[in-house]
């Protein structure tokens, strides 16, 4: 499979996205705006509370060209951080008390200055997340030592699994993944990541397989963890509910299988203005991977920049300027507000 | 315009609607619905699948809708939702040969 940008698809051009999703009629559907909701929450224009996570795309370039990516991630994306771009990040991090770097992609770990990377952040003494999609760490036995250096760093290991069903998750992420990712998670858990008391934290994501919401993350949790147990002898530490955004890929597999216009109503139709309130951009900057500033990784590969009044670039990083921002919004936003919220952390209320 | 049908799946969307004309019994009906389907000695993902089986006996499209979506929602796959209908093909299946034995009894009753 290649990516939509491969592809020369109409849905990799990002103004064609915002066209689609501000539709504010759909198959006879009234959609409307993300920003009447908020209004109305008392929440417009969404202001930061802090900034607690910086998160670094440090690139589109993954061994993986999942259905559901936002990114638009796959073998044939070549854009990635270089180094000079990395450090200017490390700068501005060493200028705040900013405790948590979430690296994403992509696949990180592609990224031939990923290791430089994690290496200063724990320099700095900050906590480091990585988005590993699991199956990087089989994929080369460049790769194989993966587990043995998020360990010796101290990094949280975030790792997407849609389904305990071998089934479920290769529908979303490609013929093999599961199995793959299953022979990655037993070499994680032998140097201790996920195993109690080991303070080693490996954290699963699961999103939907297709055009509906994450149930319960309590329960889900209590679900993948006896069956990933029961069935495969794997541990891990907590389950994080993510909720499918309709942007890049996802939102083609919506318009695609006829399921955008029901989608987009459901997400409008579960809006919770608690969780509208806990939105993750209002305590995250995200960083591309050249280095312009977003308030979301969503945001970031719709092209849409954080408000011209504050820095947009991190070489001009401005701690002040960017907590007074107003963040930016539009229509995919609904996925973040929907039922019990959505966030890289998982479920927000 | 389309052509009706005795089932429209924009209906489902409406069922809360039944409040207005007998507000009390449907907020007693959707309050004790809500309380039937919280997690408890069952989890949800097991009452779901028990109620998109019960769907399938009673062969109501706006359930087999509904609980499809939330049995995948809660965390179910392909296999243990098909094991579900299953289920209920067994349960309506046996239910219909156990009254076999009815009829034996009173085939034998009647004959020499």
């Known amino acids: 499979m290649k990516s939509l940008h491969a592809q020369q698809h109409p849905l990799a051009d990002t103004d064609y996205q915002l066209a689609v999703l501000n539709q504010a009629e759909a198959a006879?559907?009234?959609?409307?705006?993300?920003?009447?909701?908020?209004?109305?929450?008392?929440?417009?224009?969404?202001?930061?509370?802090?900034?607690?996570?910086?998160?670094?795309?440090?690139?589109?370039?993954?061994?993986?060209?999942c259905r559901h990516c936002h990114v638009d991630a796959g073998p044939d994306r070549t854009e990635i951080m270089t180094r000079e771009t990395m450090q200017l990040c490390l700068n501005a991090l060493a200028q705040t008390d900013i405790p948590v770097v979430d690296l994403t992609g992509g696949a990180p770990e592609m990224n031939p200055d990923f290791r430089w990377l994690v290496e200063q952040i724990s320099k700095l003494g900050r906590q480091t997340i990585v988005r590993c999609n699991l199956t990087i760490i089989v994929a080369n036995p460049k790769y194989h030592d993966l587990p043995?250096?998020?360990?010796?760093?101290?990094?949280?290991?975030?790792?997407?699994?849609?389904?305990?069903?071998?089934?479920r998750t290769d529908a979303q992420r490609g013929t093999g993944v599961f199995e793959r990712s299953i022979r990655a998670l037993r070499m994680l858990n032998e140097v201790g990541y996920g195993v109690e008391g080991s303070g080693l934290m490996l954290d699963l994501v699961y999103n939907p397989a297709g055009a509906f919401l994450p149930g319960s993350q309590a329960g889900l949790e209590r679900d993948f963890k006896q069956r990933l147990l029961r069935e495969h002898g794997v541990v891990f530490n907590n389950l994080l509910t993510i909720t499918n955004l309709p942007v890049s890929r996802f939102l083609d597999y919506l318009l695609e299988s006829g399921n955008y216009t029901a989608y987009m109503e459901k997400l409008i139709a579960a809006y919770n203005p608690a969780a509208a309130a806990n939105v993750m951009c209002r305590s995250t900057l995200s960083i591309g991977w050249d280095g312009q500033l977003y308030d979301c990784d969503f945001n970031q590969m719709l092209d849409l920049l954080v408000d011209a009044k504050a820095p947009q670039h991190i070489r001009d990083f401005d701690l002040g300027a960017l907590t007074q921002r107003a963040i930016v919004i539009n229509q995919h936003c609904y996925g973040c507000t929907a039922g019990a919220g959505s966030s890289c952390g998982g479920a927000t209320v | 315009m389309e052509k009706p049908t005795y089932y429209n799946p924009a209906d489902l969307a409406k069922f809360g609607n039944i409040t207005e004309w007998q507000p009390e019994m449907g907020r007693k009906f959707f309050d004790y619905y809500a309380e039937v389907f919280k997690d408890g000695a069952l989890t949800e993902r097991e009452k779901s699948l028990i109620a998109l089986a019960v769907a399938h006996a009673v062969q109501c499209p706006y359930c087999i809708d509904a609980y499809t979506t939330d049995s995948l929602q809660k965390g179910a796959d392909e296999a243990q939702m098909m094991e579900a209908v299953h289920?209920?093909?067994?349960?309506?299946?046996?239910?219909?040969?156990?009254?076999?034995?009815?009829m034996m009894n009173k085939a034998k009753e009647l004959s020499m």
């Open chain 2, 87 to 102: 289920v209920a093909a067994a349960i309506k299946g046996g239910a219909a040969l156990v009254h076999g034995v009815q």
């Open chain 1, 148 to 167: 043995v250096f998020f360990a010796r760093h101290g990094v949280r290991v975030v790792s997407s699994l849609p389904h305990f069903s071998a089934s």
């Open chain 1, 28 to 65: 006879g559907a009234q959609l409307p705006a993300f920003a009447t909701r908020l209004r109305e929450t008392g929440l417009l224009p969404l202001r930061p509370t802090g900034i607690s996570v910086m998160q670094i795309n440090v690139g589109k370039m993954c061994n993986q060209t």
